[in-house]
T-cell receptor
């Protein structure tokens, strides 16, 4: 089945630790996105990538880093610089370019908590 | 910058009653508009989208939405709500930039269905 797989479903971070969230898609999409969701705040864009080896900061990139070495993978690292990492993280993908087929499809999310 | 307002944080309706969820956007050009639904602990599922053309759009699960440019609104409606519709609903506006397709989300409306 085609889709977006996020792992792990639950993740715990200790103080001063970096953690990496995985996002893999087999939809052959060029574009991938990371969002953070907090209660009552909707989704906010962290980073996005339109093509392999290229990515751009979103609205809340501080304390996060990404890489895009393969088309199907877009891992997100939550660094120790992110002082409030507890949230639900959602990965999405889409085709690139304008038009009515440019729809973002979402994974099931990773819930990150601080120990 | 574009923005999305969902004025109702919580809505409760009885099963079988009609539903309207409000969404207002701020954007300088003709927007791409979306409604997504999220069940607890899950990712987002696309209900419907508006890109151009007919201002009344039909979606999955019996939902529809109407784009009203004069009111900057894109309200979601359903004639008869089912208990399984209880979830959180997000309105989003899409901006296509040189860097890709960015979505700005509203803060969401939590729908409760009374049996």
């Amino acid at each position: 089945d085609g889709g977006i797989t996020q792992s792990p479903k639950y993740l715990f971070r200790k103080e001063g630790q970096n953690v990496t969230l995985s996002c893999e898609q087999n939809l052959n999409h060029d574009a991938m996105y990371w969002y953070r969701q907090d209660p009552g705040q909707g989704l906010r864009l962290i980073y996005y990538s339109q093509i392999v080896n290229d990515f751009q900061k979103g609205d809340i990139a501080e304390g996060y880093s990404v890489s895009r070495e393969k088309k199907e993978s877009f891992p997100l690292t939550v660094t120790s610089a992110q002082k409030n990492p507890t949230a639900f993280y959602l990965c999405a993908s889409s085709i690139s370019g304008r038009g009515s087929k440019n729809i973002q499809y979402f994974g099931a999310g990773t819930r990150l908590s601080v120990l | 910058a574009q923005s999305v307002t969902q004025p109702d944080i919580h809505i409760t309706v009885s099963e079988g009653a009609s539903l309207e969820l409000r969404c207002n956007y701020s954007y300088g050009a003709t927007p791409y508009l979306f409604w997504y639904v999220q069940s607890p602990g899950q990712g987002l599922q696309l209900l419907l989208k508006y890109f151009s053309g007919d201002t009344l759009v039909q979606g999955i699960k019996g939902f529809e939405a109407e784009f009203k440019r004069s009111q900057s609104s894109f309200n979601l409606r359903k004639p008869s709500v089912h208990w399984s519709d209880a979830a959180e609903y997000f309105c989003a506006v899409g901006l296509f930039t040189g860097g890709g397709n960015k979505l700005t989300f509203g803060t969401g409306t939590q729908l409760k269905v009374e049996l």
